[in-house]
């Protein structure tokens, strides 16, 4: 399925923001099925995703991954599992998880703590429940074919959360012999956390066949799946443990000062061995595009300029310095990282956003992977650049999972701000209103759509004009990542008001070549 080779549009939506008639508090990943046809309504290609990768222990961001591998049983849906039908469903549960279940269906937020720790509880019961049935059984050879086919990582993975499970502080503080897994210890850990090793498996091998099936749902609808991948993982991550070989512990990894950080930012990830990467032949990363096309129809690739110069911020306070070095080292060498993405046939999308070199730009182009032109910073000489020039090889949008919604950006405008708006086509006689309106709205929408570039992609909060925001960056707390739309997804498409905006965008999405092709 080609999402990005035409004119299309895409909606921008986290799977955790989804409610679902049955969901538990959180998106899970038959609601993605579900959506396209949401998506379908509003005359879309493809809906857009933040990472679905399992989260370091205790963190919540979609971008702390805690595996470049294993997906997040969060978005697995109990209620779709045979496993737990076996066990009578939901009547199984006591009296006090159908207490707490009920509370969060009913959470405004997602009170993502909560969330995991009941699905875990109730999880356990259903890999019992798995467990006892016979080996030849239909399921039980899915799960071993399962295992077979992941089985570059998913051992040390499911090793790696037992041994968290057992000992729950940072892997650096772990033992010895579990640390720098020594053969022997890690044998023995094996053979101690049996149990939890095979529930860990389970959880990634019910996870990935319910993506896998929401997959086809969506393609059912006409709807293309397009997934985010992470630059780095966390530096508590099973990959990090499972390959210390292939990173540096004596610097962490960031962004440089610009306009918006004096000091630039710290991320705390641990950086790539560039070279060891480059000795396998970027083994790492063709190892993620090809599983990333298992459940993906095309990836976007956050922080790409990381790929061709990662900003290197060493831990005893020395001068901070990017490697490589020098520029064609640079560009040698994220051209090859990203070739290994697209040998596996997947389209993609790159997350230049920020202070980002010219060649790089000119690098992205001769590869002919689109970058992102977000309208609010498409700013040249104190006006709005004109969409329409924007290059066809590009994505547009009206603003990312960082960034504040349509409505909130509008108010926060200054004066020459709002009258240089109004200077773009769709905008016209717009300068004069301070306040958002359905006409500022579509205007908005208008200029997006009607932009030269080849992609244009919504925030699902921008489609029906809302307020909230998924995240506000360099701040931590429980507003961030945890928005979930005030309407399930089949109240969306009952919904008069919600049917209308739908419809309006679909028409601007017909006037601007955006549909798909039948």
Partial sequence: MSLLSQRSLGVLVPLFSLRGERSWGVGEAPDLADFAAVAKAMGASFVMTLPLLEPSPGLDSPYSAGSFFALDPLYVSIDALEDFAALKGRASLSEEEQSELLALTESPQVQHGRVRALKEAVLRRTHA????????????????????????????????????????????????????????????????????????????????????????????????????????????????????????????????????????????????????????GYALFSRRAAHAARIYDAVRIDHVVGLYRTYHRPID?????????????????????????QKQGLELIAEDLGVIPDFVRRSLTKLEIPGLKVLRWEQEAGRFRDPAGYPEISVATSGSHDTETSEAWWESLGEWERRSFAGLGPARGLGEKIHWSEAVWRAVLEVVLFSKSRTALLPLQDVLSLRARVNTPNTMGPENWSWRTPHSNAEMLRDPLVRGRLGAVHELAAASKRLPSS
């Fill in 317 to 341: 306070g020395s001068a901070h310095y990017f490697l490589p070095r020098t520029e064609p080292e640079q560009q040698a060498q994220g051209e090859a990282v990203l070739g290994t993405w």
């Fill in 129 to 280: 429940h798995f467990l006892s049935l016979d080996a030849t059984s239909a399921r039980a050879v899915d799960y071993a074919r399962f295992a077979d086919e992941h089985q570059s990582w998913l051992p040390d993975y499911a090793l790696f959360r037992a041994l968290k499970h057992k000992l729950p502080q940072s892997w650096r503080t772990w033992p010895d012999g579990v640390r720098t897994r020594h053969a022997p210890s890690l044998e023995q850990a094996r053979g101690e956390l049996r149990g939890e090793i095979s529930f860990r498996s389970y959880l990634q091998w019910v996870t990935f066949r319910q993506v896998q099936g929401a997959r086809r749902g969506a393609r059912a609808h006409g709807i293309g799946l397009l997934g985010d991948e992470p630059f780095l993982v966390a530096d508590d991550s099973s990959d990090v443990w499972a390959e210390q070989q292939l990173y540096r512990f004596d610097a962490t990894v960031g962004a440089p000062p610009d306009a918006f950080s004096a000091d630039g930012q710290e991320w705390g990830l641990p950086p790539y061995r560039w070279e060891r990467l480059a000795q396998d």
